[in-house]
């Protein structure tokens, strides 16, 4: 195709003079016809290039260095000992052990939860929308107000809401000795866990809602007539549907939720053994200035994403590819 | 009602047959409504106590148990604003509005040409390029955090908005080209084409074909780029301190208790949260498009 065209999606695009029917293909032409199909793209590629790989190439030179902020003559390379250290410190070691626990928890429970969820708003009762909106409500506070919330609005064992109701059913039933946990410091990264999967749900249940709405209906109805039960239907048709749809959430939430770091800071700002990956390396180049040593735990989240993300990236190339197919 | 139903383009086809559906029995088809409604009030249970206890005293705020009934007050409001104390939220809140929008205005002119090249006249070995946008989103922040700020350290842009404008447009871009791309595939190229050879009728194809399309895609990928650079902390906290500290920098500084302080505490996070509020109730039919990065529609 002609050349002018593709040079621009802005306006003051002249109308191209009409092409040869078939020009023939000289390399040259070719080329260059390939280029104007590309400008568009190039800004953009190469911004992301620059301002997301470059940094991670220097993550990954920093990571064999002797760095610290503190004792700026003794920089220099070491090879593997800042993997050796992270490998090998209780704290790190804690902090990779605290991410997998956190992820598989969040990410397990909010599915549950808004597959439950999703099932129940698919089907027609009063007020559905209204249930809807307020489902989604969670995931639209701020991390960080949502964080604080939940620290002093509900889990503060002297006035918060979770106390006062318990107070409040207690005194219904006449006593005035109601059990007063402190939440946090009871069971921290479970607190860190609810608020998380308080903000997380509302995301699970969007995806799978949406799965539970592409179901082939005519199908599912042919089931029923002839006599599937619900939970035959649930099973045989509804679930493997969604499987993908589970998937999707699955991995995408496990992306978000391993970078997790509004909450940690918050709640317990990394304290009683809550610290996970993101805030350790946050502390350890922030506050620490151990930059070989943060660099290195760094390369460390990225390999276990990667892990992650190649089965991600295989899940939305499957939807992808049926979305074009379609 | 109909906001069900309406997730997305191909979902808003579905419509007639949500509606058909029959409930099988009555009785427990209400109980599930009814179980429905609970869990829905549960989960936004937090939030309208937020809300409620910004209108309050901070001597209510702070009883147990709960005064729900408390009298209504905008002090906690006053405080925040710095009636008084004269420090001010302000700043950051500007300086939050400035990095979301800047971000979103930059991710718009970078990934609509992109989408554009990933779809109506596709580059070759297109969905490569398509993967390799995606994956960049998959690189954990605190995996060039360090590189990142020591480059602004040493070209003295550490505390400047700019700088968070840059990198929030690199955050967002790889889902803005997704969904641009997965709105810009709807456009027929068949007419497109037709049109561009016409001449006279480019303009108006654009305009009554394209821009139909196109627009709400648009507006979806802003709203969504804007809550998630609003939303932002890692890179905030640690590149900013004064000057470009932003509205998530400014909550931090409730973290730890300070006397009564909970009015005031959820007005700040309820005020933060106002714009995200808004944002997601008015784009909530594309959330899930823009969350899943255009997979689901």
Same mark, same amino acid.
């Given at each position: 195709?002609?050349?002018?065209?593709?040079?621009?999606?802005? +306006?003051?695009?002249?109308?191209?003079?009409?092409?040869?029917?078939?020009?023939?293909?000289?390399?040259?032409?070719?080329?260059?016809?390939?280029?104007?199909?590309?400008?568009?793209?190039?800004?953009?590629?190469?911004?992301?290039?620059?301002?997301?790989?470059?940094?991670?190439?220097?993550?990954?030179?920093?990571?064999?260095?002797?760095?610290?902020?503190?004792?700026?003559?003794?920089?220099?390379?070491?090879?593997?000992?800042?993997?050796?250290?992270?490998?090998?410190?209780?704290?790190?070691?804690?902090?990779?052990?605290?991410?997998?626990?956190?992820?598989?928890?969040?990410?397990?429970?909010?599915?549950?939860?808004?597959?439950?969820?999703?099932?129940?708003?698919?089907?027609?009762?009063?007020?559905?929308?209204?249930?809807?909106?307020?489902?989604?409500?969670?995931?639209?506070?701020?991390?960080?107000?949502?964080?604080?919330?939940?620290?002093?609005?509900?889990?503060?064992?002297?006035?918060?809401?979770?106390?006062?109701?318990?107070?409040?059913?207690?005194?219904?039933?006449?006593?005035?000795?109601?059990?007063?946990?402190?939440?946090?410091?009871?069971?921290?990264?479970?607190?860190?866990?609810?608020?998380?999967?308080?903000?997380?749900?509302?995301?699970?249940?969007?995806?799978?809602?949406?799965?539970?709405?592409?179901?082939?209906?005519?199908?599912?109805?042919?089931?029923?007539?002839?006599?599937?039960?619900?939970?035959?239907?649930? +099973?045989?048709?509804?679930?493997?549907?969604?499987? +993908?749809?589970?998937?999707?959430?699955?991995?995408?939430?496990?992306?978000?939720?391993?970078?997790?770091?509004?909450?940690?800071?918050?709640?317990?700002?990394?304290?009683?053994?809550?610290?996970?990956?993101?805030?350790?390396?946050?502390?350890?180049?922030?506050?620490?200035?151990?930059?070989?040593?943060?660099?290195?735990?760094?390369?460390?989240?990225?390999?276990?994403?990667?892990?992650?993300?190649?089965?991600?990236? +295989?899940?939305?190339?499957?939807?992808?590819?049926?979305?074009?197919?379609? | 009602?109909?906001?069900?139903?309406?997730?997305?383009?191909?979902?808003?086809?579905?419509?007639?047959?949500?509606?058909?559906? #029959?409930?099988?029995?009555?009785?427990?088809?209400?109980?599930?409504?009814?179980?429905?409604?609970?869990?829905?009030?549960?989960?936004?249970?937090?939030?309208?106590?937020?809300?409620?206890?910004?209108?309050?005293?901070?001597?209510?705020?702070?009883?147990?148990?709960?005064?729900?009934?408390?009298?209504?007050?905008? #002090?906690?409001?006053?405080?925040?604003?710095?009636?008084?104390?004269?420090?001010?939220?302000?700043?950051?809140?500007?300086?939050?509005?400035?990095?979301?929008?800047?971000?979103?205005?930059?991710?718009?002119?970078?990934?609509?040409?992109?989408?554009?090249?990933?779809?109506?006249?596709?580059?070759?070995?297109?969905?490569?390029?398509? =993967?390799?946008?995606?994956?960049?989103?998959?690189?954990?922040?605190?995996?060039?955090?360090?590189?990142?700020?020591?480059?602004?350290?040493?070209?003295?842009?550490?505390?400047?908005?700019?700088?968070?404008?840059?990198?929030?447009?690199?955050?967002?871009?790889?889902?803005?080209?997704?969904?641009?791309?997965?709105?810009?595939?709807?456009?027929?190229?068949?007419?497109?084409?037709?049109?561009?050879?016409?001449?006279?009728?480019?303009?108006?194809?654009?305009?009554?074909?394209?821009?139909?399309?196109?627009?709400?895609?648009?507006?979806?990928?802003?709203?969504?780029? =804007?809550?998630?650079?609003?939303?932002?902390?890692?890179?905030?906290?640690?590149?900013?301190?004064?000057?470009?500290?932003?509205?998530?920098?400014?909550?931090?500084?409730?973290?730890?208790?300070?006397?009564?302080?909970?009015? #005031?505490?959820?007005?700040?996070?309820?005020?933060?949260?106002?714009?995200?509020?808004?944002?997601?109730?008015?784009?909530?039919?594309?959330?899930?498009?823009?969350?899943?990065?255009?997979?689901?529609?």
């Amino acid at each position: 195709m002609s050349t002018t065209l593709e040079t621009g999606t802005g +306006r003051g695009q002249q109308p191209p003079t009409p092409p040869p029917p078939s020009p023939p293909p000289g390399d040259a032409l070719r080329r260059t016809a390939d280029w104007a199909r590309r400008a568009p793209l190039l800004p953009a590629l190469i911004f992301t290039i620059i301002i997301t790989q470059l940094p991670f190439v220097a993550t990954l030179v920093i990571s064999f260095m002797d760095w610290n902020a503190y004792y700026p003559d003794e920089r220099g390379f070491t090879g593997l000992s800042n993997y050796v250290n992270v490998l090998t410190d209780v704290n790190t070691r804690h902090a990779i052990w605290v991410t997998i626990v956190l992820t598989v928890v969040v990410v397990l429970v909010s599915l549950l939860l808004g597959m439950g969820i999703a099932l129940l708003l698919d089907r027609q009762f009063r007020g559905r929308g209204i249930v809807r909106t307020m489902m989604i409500t969670p995931f639209l506070v701020v991390p960080v107000a949502a964080a604080l919330v939940w620290k002093h609005a509900l889990f503060n064992p002297e006035y918060g809401l979770l106390n006062g109701t318990l107070t409040w059913i207690w005194s219904v039933f006449g006593s005035d000795n109601p059990p007063q946990p402190d939440w946090i410091t009871t069971a921290p990264l479970a607190a860190i866990e609810v608020s998380l999967i308080w903000q997380w749900t509302p995301f699970m249940m969007l995806i799978l809602l949406a799965g539970l709405q592409s179901r082939p209906l005519d199908v599912i109805e042919a089931a029923r007539i002839d006599g599937a039960s619900a939970w035959q239907i649930f +099973r045989y048709m509804t679930f493997p549907h969604l499987r +993908r749809y589970l998937e999707l959430g699955a991995l995408l939430g496990a992306i978000y939720i391993v970078q997790t770091f509004d909450a940690v800071f918050v709640i317990t700002s990394g304290g009683l053994g809550t610290a996970n990956l993101p805030y350790v390396i946050y502390q350890t180049f922030y506050t620490a200035h151990d930059y070989g040593l943060a660099s290195a735990a760094g390369v460390i989240t990225v390999i276990g994403t990667i892990l992650i993300a190649t089965l991600a990236l +295989r899940t939305v190339s499957t939807l992808f590819q049926e979305e074009n197919a379609r | 009602m109909s906001s069900i139903t309406d997730v997305g383009p191909v979902a808003a086809t579905r419509t007639d047959e949500g509606e058909a559906r #029959q409930p099988r029995k009555p009785r427990s088809g209400a109980l599930l409504g009814v179980a429905a409604w609970l869990i829905g009030i549960l989960f936004v249970v937090p939030v309208l106590w937020m809300v409620l206890t910004s209108f309050h005293s901070e001597e209510d705020a702070a009883t147990n148990p709960p005064s729900v009934f408390a009298p209504l007050t905008l #002090q906690g409001y006053r405080q925040f604003f710095g009636v008084g104390t004269g420090t001010s939220p302000w700043p950051s809140l500007l300086n939050s509005l400035t990095a979301s929008l800047f971000a979103t205005v930059l991710v718009l002119l970078l990934s609509i040409p992109a989408a554009y090249a990933l779809s109506i006249r596709p580059v070759r070995k297109w969905t490569d390029v398509m =993967f390799f946008f995606l994956s960049t989103r998959f690189l954990p922040v605190v995996a060039g955090i360090l590189p990142i700020y020591l480059f602004a350290q040493w070209s003295g842009l550490l505390d400047n908005i700019w700088l968070l404008v840059v990198l929030y447009t690199s955050m967002n871009l790889p889902i803005a080209v997704w969904m641009m791309r997965s709105f810009l595939a709807e456009v027929p190229v068949e007419i497109l084409e037709a049109a561009s050879m016409d001449g006279a009728g480019l303009l108006l194809t654009l305009r009554r074909v394209v821009a139909p399309i196109v627009l709400p895609g648009i507006a979806a990928t802003s709203l969504i780029c =804007f809550i998630f650079s609003w939303n932002e902390l890692l890179l905030a906290r640690t590149l900013t301190g004064t000057r470009a500290l932003t509205a998530p920098v400014y909550l931090t500084g409730f973290v730890t208790s300070q006397g009564l302080f909970l009015a #005031q505490m959820c007005a700040a996070a309820f005020v933060v949260s106002l714009p995200v509020l808004i944002a997601g109730f008015a784009a909530q039919d594309k959330l899930v498009q823009g969350l899943s990065l255009g997979a689901v529609k």
